[in-house]
Structure formats: C-alpha cells, structure tokens
C-alpha cells in the first residue's frame, strides 16, 4: 500500500516536471544578419568583442528589447526551434542553442518599431543560427524559445579597461546562468570594492587601482558567487584580457 502510494506521488511530480517544461517554452519570431560566416555579429551592445575569443563563437544572438533587459540578458542561452506549425519555412525538428550578445533595437520608422520593437520577443540570430533551424528565403519566422543554462569551455575571463581613475571590466564566458547579477573587484591595496553595471557586460568601479594586481567576487544570475583572486597580476595594461579556471556550473 506505502508502495503503491509512492508511485502515485512519484508520478504526480513526474507530470507535474513534464508540465512544467512544455510550459517553459514561449513564442517569438526570428531573423539572421552578419552574413554566412557570422563575422558581421563581432562586437556588439554586450561589449564583448571578438565572440570567439570570449568563448561564444558564432552561434549567437541579438535580442529585442524587451528581450535585451538593458544589457542584463548578457551571456544568457537560449534553445530556439522554429514553429513548424506556423511556418512552411522551418527546419522541423532541429532546434540551436544561442548566446545572447547584442542588441536588435527598435526601427522606429517602421510600425511599432519593426520585429524588434517594444513588446515583441524577437532574437536576430546569426545566419549560421538560424540556418539550424530555418530557410534562409523567409527572412523571418516564428519560434518557439526557451531560457536554457549555459555550458562553456574553460573559465570566466575579464577584460581590462577604462582609465586611471575608472575600471571598467568585461566579464565573459560564464557558464550556468551564463549572466552577472553582481560584481566586486579588490586590489593588492584595497579592500572589496562594489562595481555596477555600465553597458552590457561591462562593469565599472570608480577607482584608481592601475599597478595593482586584482581579485574580482562575481554572483551569477543564478545566485552562485565565486571569488577569482589574484587573476590579474600588477602589470595588467588597458586593453589587455585573463583568464580564469574558474566557471559557474548551475
């Protein structure tokens, strides 16, 4: 009897975690840009440059607005498949993990800001992306998208910049989450100092810290923190980039 109301109670969670995930999926609509090789989708409104090196490579994305949340989408993945049900254009069937790494702003000179405009959940992938999932002829086509974690080769990485009074640092390649909720940076002569958002994944520190080696404390949007110490040795210059054998794993 204990048995048998186990497994009524084991299948009520199974149902319910089946549930669950086909409800996590939501609609939106997606187009390519950068070309066949995907080299136009370097940089970009995340900051990080060349995608390769930040270890994102070129399956990647640009997201609306409403998707792009001022930059704190940064990093995050998302598993995208076209509506096959909606669309004689899609590749039934196939599906493509993306990055998100851009912007896709509004066009204001179209109704309602074109597919990227307010409201509207719309990823302007990559023509490599997109060609796992759609027919390049489309131009667009409806998909269906979820948030997905994020699996990456190797650590977290920071990119140095800024001035020297003003540390502004590119934090890439996390896995997990795959986006920063909240960054610290500490110097040989200092203690932990908080940064806050400037661009994309770019965060700032008002402080005068050149000539000094550097720990960085990164909390993930998924509320893990790790602390990076010493991974930025004193003779860092502006421009330059480290990596970590560190990474984020939920």
């Given amino acids: 009897m204990a048995m048998t109301k186990s497994l009524i109670l084991l299948c009520a969670i ?8 086909a409800a996590s999926w939501s609609h939106g609509t997606a187009t390519f840009y950068g070309g066949d090789d995907g080299s136009d989708t370097m940089g970009g409104a995340c900051g990080y440059d060349n995608l390769y090196n930040a270890g ?5 994305a640009a997201l609306s607005t409403t998707l792009f949340n001022d930059g704190a989408s940064c990093g995050q993945c998302y598993t995208i498949t076209c509506d096959a049900s909606k669309s004689l254009w899609c590749k039934k069937g196939y599906s493509v993990t993306v990055t998100a790494t851009n912007l896709c702003p509004p066009n204001f000179a179209l109704p309602e800001g074109g597919w990227c405009g307010p409201g509207r959940p719309h990823f302007d992938m990559s023509q490599p992306a997109f060609e796992n999932i759609g027919i390049t002829t489309a131009g667009i086509v409806p998909i269906l998208y979820r948030r997905v974690q994020c699996k990456r080769t190797g650590g977290v990485r920071f990119g140095i910049a800024g001035s020297n009074y003003f540390l502004l640092v590119s934090i890439q390649n996390l896995g997990g989450s795959g986006s920063v909720g909240a960054a610290r940076v500490k110097g040989d002569k200092t203690g932990w100092i908080q940064m806050s958002r400037n661009w994309g994944a ?18 993930s949007t998924g509320g893990q923190t790790i602390q990076f110490l010493n991974v930025v040795p004193g003779w860092w210059q502006f421009g330059t980039a480290f990596a970590t054998n560190k990474n984020f794993i939920r």
């Fill in 14 to 21: 199974l149902a319910a975690c089946l549930t669950l995930t």
């Fill in 56 to 60: 994102y490579g070129v399956l990647n």
């Fill in 202 to 219: 770019n965060w700032q520190a008002l402080a005068g810290l050149v000539g000094q080696g550097l720990s960085f404390s990164v909390t």
